[in-house]
């Protein structure tokens, strides 16, 4: 499939008009509820077979779910976890490893990333947090575009698992996609646990 700009700026038009239309829909979801069964479902999910995997969370902003205690549980744990880092606009993410003593500080857009910035990991499991899904695995996220150049950049690099965490209020019945956008292996709500591939 080839690049088609016109397409492209169709496709991007589409999913800036979702965005606008989930802002509402973002400010009635009672975030700290639905993170804990999320992050219940989470556990679930990743028990067992993924033990001893690098994964990558990040750190949670407004409407998002905070995925916070489920990484300082899984670094107790099983040891390995990392956070991205967006080290120049349009760039890819850079994954750093994270424990929960580490001093952060703020980064390019605000938000907290680790101080000390020496051990680059490349994750197994990243987990990814959403605007919206749909049930094919396609993910809205914020506009950046960084998510899906770092998984296209990873992919060509090793096997990974991406899981997006969100609330079943962000579920839309189709998402505007282009030949840029990664899809998401799984995805997990507060209400369940879905596979794509």
Known sequence: MENNPVKDAEINAKKQESRCMMQ??????????????????LKGFLQGSFKQKKIAGYWPIANEIDVIPFLKEWCLENGSVCLPVVQEKNSHLR???????????????????????????????ILIPLTAFDKSGHRLGKGGGYYDRTLQELRSIKSIQTIGLGAEAQCLPFIPHSIHDQPLDGIVTEKRIIPYH
């Open 24 to 41: 509402a829909k973002l400010q009635t979801i009672d975030w700290t509820e639905v993170s804990i069964q999320v992050l219940k479902n």
């Open 95 to 125: 994954f750093y490893t994270w424990t929960p003593e580490m001093e952060m500080e703020l980064g390019l857009y605000q938000i907290p990333v680790p101080k000390e910035r020496t051990n680059l990991v490349v994750p197994d499991i």
